[in-house]
């Protein structure tokens, strides 16, 4: 859920002139995306107090924070910020750096504690170390667990993960999730990795050279043309899904979803847990008839909803049963033997291992 009355930042420099309303969560994660140079940390920001534009206005769960007429500085917003740089202190080991977040705690209220922290960022280990003898990755994680002990009641994240590998980043987006999904703690996270928004983001803003080109879900901006995301490589559909069996001598998961759709994937996770699954468009495959002995375990039979052309001589196909929806992402020779029109029945095809999946 958003917030009914929305931010409005506002910024002329030069020929770029930002102009951005910005509804903040008050709940879950809204992503904030486009090219380099749209505005996205210039909003970030903004909502943070770091600079002050006139003509703007924040508020942040129902308190204002600036108008033509009030400011309230980067200390007495009740949030918190994580950019790329870790900015710990060096002269500090790990527990001290942690202590002084936790002494300086923009609210009264401890939403999560100490113990808490420490577990959730698996920071025992690390405690007694300087912040010299961490990894990229292990950084990170003190830079955000030091955020949430200043109990914030909203998390801004620059780009904090743009310095680490692949790997790191895999390792932490957990982390992100388990704050958001356990503790409440609303988020505004900017990027230009994709990848990272879908394994976040529930609300997406999309800039575009200052404006806001698609405020909303994120399955709708990938069909959105004035948001690059159909063409994009990484388009996807992210979907909530439960696990409802368990093929434990393969190594595999059943996932339902609320509205029916079953996946089998690869984990071992109990009865009930809940799962984002992300399915790339580009490893959904379309026929019009069921395989038969296929390798692929997941086989969906979904309506067309929409054909979508893209650059490149490719199209989108949007595939739906009820209110959720997935991607494929086929070529203009395959959409010509196909034949592939809104209401027509084809069967999808996803191997397990291309169903991406996050607790």
Not at 80 to 87: G, K, T
Not at 199 to 217: I, K, M, R, S
Request: aromatic share 4%; hydrophobic share 40%.
């Amino acid at each position: 859920m958003t917030e009914s009355q929305p931010s409005h930042i506002r910024m002329q420099r030069g020929a770029f002139n930002l102009d951005v309303k910005c509804p903040l969560p008050s709940t879950g994660v809204m992503g904030i995306w486009g090219p380099s140079g749209s505005g996205k940390t210039t909003v970030l920001r903004a909502l943070a107090g770091l600079d002050r534009h006139p003509g703007s206005r924040v508020q942040i769960h129902q308190q204002l924070m600036q108008d033509d007429r009030l400011f309230v500085p980067p200390h007495r917003r009740e949030l918190a910020c994580v950019f790329q740089d870790q900015q710990l202190f060096p002269h500090l080991n790990i527990r001290q750096n942690l202590q002084y977040a936790q002494q300086r705690r923009v609210s009264r209220t401890v939403a999560i504690s100490w113990q808490q922290v420490v577990a959730v960022f698996d920071l025992q280990p690390l405690l007694a170390r300087q912040p010299r003898q961490l990894s990229g990755g292990e950084q990170q994680r003190v830079a955000l667990a030091r955020a949430v002990l200043r109990q914030p009641r909203l998390l801004l994240l620059d780009e904090p993960m743009a310095s680490l590998d692949h790997d790191n980043k895999q390792k932490l987006l957990p982390y992100l999730r388990q704050l958001n999904t356990e503790f409440g703690l609303p988020m505004v996270y900017v990027s230009h990795q994709l990848e990272e928004l879908l394994a976040l983001a529930d609300e997406l803003l999309v800039l575009h050279q200052g404006q806001v080109v698609f405020q909303g879900p994120i399955n709708p901006a990938m069909l959105v043309a004035a948001t690059g995301l159909p063409d994009h490589p990484q388009a996807a559909a992210v979907l909530q899904g439960s696990v409802t069996g368990t093929d434990d001598e393969h190594g595999l998961l059943q996932l339902t979803t609320p509205g029916g759709l079953v996946f089998w994937v690869k984990g071992q996770q109990a009865l009930g847990t809940q799962h984002r699954l992300i399915i790339a468009a580009n490893d959904v495959v379309l026929s019009l008839q069921g395989p038969v002995q296929s390798s692929v375990l997941n086989v969906l039979c979904l309506t067309v909803t929409a054909v979508l052309p893209t650059t490149g001589h490719d199209c989108l196909v949007r595939l739906g049963t009820g209110s959720e929806q997935i991607l494929s992402r086929i070529s203009e020779r395959s959409q010509h033997a196909l034949g592939l029109t809104p209401g027509q029945s084809v069967y999808a095809q996803i191997k397990a291992q291309a169903v991406r999946s996050l607790q």
